[in-house]
């Protein structure tokens, strides 16, 4: 698909301009903290790398850097709806195309589901709520229904008013993260980081062979945790943390000035959660013996260890800020996702009709929603949260392989930033990508496939008959 064209149809969805480069830091930060910063901190520091969860971070950063750098070339190029799912559309063809949006449905779709029982779980502790109805253990989470049916009230009604809601909840939250850090700093104990890196050992409980990372099953290794090998693990499962700058590239044709603000926000964005996130490991990991931290709320508990109430509660409140603010952009990322995809045949026509009034894809912002509400509600689905990291890696590759390959198909076509040293940065960073998916468990990557057979499904069956491409050199 020629790239003229990615930007004229761009140009013909009727999505407004309103959001500026600092409306997009706040979007990122917005969706980047959240669960990660706030529970799997602690559960990959007691089950896989101990204190070495700090380089979990530092890895699943440095990789997210990388691929942001090759998100922002892509996205100043191309300011277009769809991120990801456009620029394979523009590179590498249909069907890569197909393939990384319906991806990228299930990384944000499911990781709204995850989230929203976590705030759930979280607003039931703060406020002494009824298990039965808020939590995991409630058979009918009424809590997670009703935040995602708000918060998509929000997401309807416009872009703008959705950054404004955002923006007041990143400032709570990242107070809150900096109070962490602050205070952690009067209790950390020097002996809980030694060993900073634990010797390799057998899982306690034996661990199945379907929960083995699939590097390990490949080689014929022995299942392990902790040593490098479960510090390259945590990497791989902590990545959920950094799952969402992407939904930035989604913003280019709300953003004003997208050539200069989509790096920018990308970049910004990453570079504050990357630093926090490291701060907040190490005071944890520093605060309380890896083999003692709590897993249901790591940060809150390290608190009350050390006799530190308040500390708690204000953790809590920012935990009910951050997940909040992390479903809003998966919910306004998703409805632009699904308008790209309908935009250009793939999906019903319908799902990419914005609302005269707001100005949003409604329709598809709607029928997310649903999804993630029934998800949500009815399905604990704690143990899918790999597939989050999964679905994002897979997309950071097809992008750092978009990179190199525009630009020998388009070597004059305007670049407002440029990932240096293309091509090797971007293979390196595709690389990097592929050995964290590898990292990742075996169960992981059968659910992956089966995911990946029902989107193929769909697309044989409708998307491509219904693409209004139609050329066949536009597909892959």
Known sequence: MP???????????????????????????????????????????????????????VV?????????????ELASAVPTAGSAYTYAYATLGELFAWIIGWDLLLEFALGASVVSRSWSGYIANLLGLPSQWFGEDASVNLGAIAIIAVLTVIAVIGIRES????????????AVCVLVVVAGLFFVRSANLVPFIPPAQPPAAGGSALEQPLVQAALGMGQSVYGIGGMLTAAAVVFFSYTGFEALANLG????????DLPVGLLGSLAVCTVLYVAVA????????????????????AFQSVGQPWVAALIALGAVAGLTSVMMVELVTIGRIGFAMSRDGLLPAK????????????RM???????????????????????????????????ALAVPVLRRRRPDMPRPFRVPLSPWLP?????????LMANLSVITWVRFGVWLVVGLVIYFGYGRRHAKLGAPAARG
């Open 60 to 72: 699943g950063g440095i990789v997210a850097a990388l691929a942001a750098l090759c998100y922002a």
């Open 163 to 174: 950054s404004w809601v955002t923006n007041a909840l990143v400032v709570v939250k990242v």
């Open 365 to 399: 912002t709607l029928g997310g929603a649903v999804l993630i509400m029934v998800l949500a509600g009815f399905v604990p689905i704690s143990e899918l949260a790999d597939m989050v990291s999964i679905g994002a890696l897979s997309g950071f590759l097809i992008v």
């Open 282 to 301: 190490f005071v944890l990991s520093a605060m309380v013996d890896y083999r003692k931290i709590d897993e249901g709320a790591p940060l809150a508990a």
């Open 253 to 260: 044709e709300e953003t004003r000035r997208p050539k200069r």
């Open 427 to 435: 293979i390196v960073t595709a690389v990097a990508c592929l050995y």
């Open 3 to 57: 790239v003229e064209d990615v930007l004229a149809r761009g140009s013909q969805g009727g999505l407004v301009r309103r959001l500026t480069g600092v409306d997009l830091i706040g979007f990122g930060i917005g969706i980047i903290i959240g669960t990660g910063i706030f529970t799997l901190t602690g559960i990959e520091a007691k089950e896989h790398a101990g204190p070495a969860v700090v380089l979990s971070f």
């Open 351 to 362: 799902l990419s009709q914005v609302h005269p009034k707001w100005g949003t894809p409604h």
